[in-house]
């Protein structure tokens, strides 16, 4: 029997295999020679497809972003529709958390990425805001989810909460009360609750 043959390479099978490897590994192992020998390629034929770290980075994007859908965007309840997009934004960036601190630092330059601040804008000016508004509102939510994903609340307080107890009672009562496997959850949708009642409020004047 011959040797199985190979998928054909190409930018995606390259993007996806390079997702997997920061996925499982963090972006740290992201390199050209590890790419190339999880795709058991020699290193330069990854070259005919992406140019460069940066145009990896960009296919990078590109699959991750794809997994946002914009699809509730479109739905006549505006309130529902941003809700269920911004738990999928956060949601498809869960999934990848070692790629969203590389990723949220470059430009807007992808399609896919591009499409998705579109449609927000696009929704935000249909039910009533103005553009600078629409940029605003955006941007706040884009704060959130990202921040949500990035750094977790919980994770920041290593130390059993009443050893907190002493100097910080008010902080170590609010930990006490918690459940910290739930917290981050019910922290991000708090803030996305509190950010559409205000738009609520603005759209209501």
Do not use: C
């Not at 902080?171 to 991000?188: V, Y």
């Amino acid at each position: 029997m011959g040797r199985p043959s190979r998928p054909k390479l190409d930018r995606e099978l390259i993007a996806r295999a390079a997702v997997e490897l920061v996925d499982e590994k963090g972006m740290g192992a992201l390199t050209m020679r590890a790419l190339a020998t999880r795709l058991d390629v020699q290193g330069p034929s990854l070259y005919n497809h992406v140019a460069s770290k940066e145009e990896l980075l960009d296919a990078i994007t590109v699959v991750i972003t794809r997994e946002i859908d914009r699809a509730p965007l479109e739905d006549p309840d505006w309130r529902v529709g941003i809700t269920a997009f911004a738990r999928g934004y956060r949601a498809a960036y869960l999934r990848h958390p070692e790629a969203l601190p590389v990723i949220a630092r470059r430009p807007v330059s992808t399609e896919q990425a591009l499409a998705a601040y579109d449609a927000t804008a696009r929704t935000l000016v249909r039910i009533g805001l103005g553009p600078a508004e629409a940029a605003e509102f955006s941007a706040a939510l884009d704060y959130l989810v990202v921040g949500s994903v990035i750094e977790t609340y919980v994770e920041g307080f290593v130390r059993p909460v009443e050893d907190y107890r002493a100097e910080y009672p008010s902080l170590a009562d609010s930990l006490a009360a918690s459940d910290p496997k739930t917290l981050d959850e019910r922290g991000f949708e708090t803030g996305l609750r509190l950010l559409l009642d205000g738009l609520a409020a603005r759209l209501a004047r």
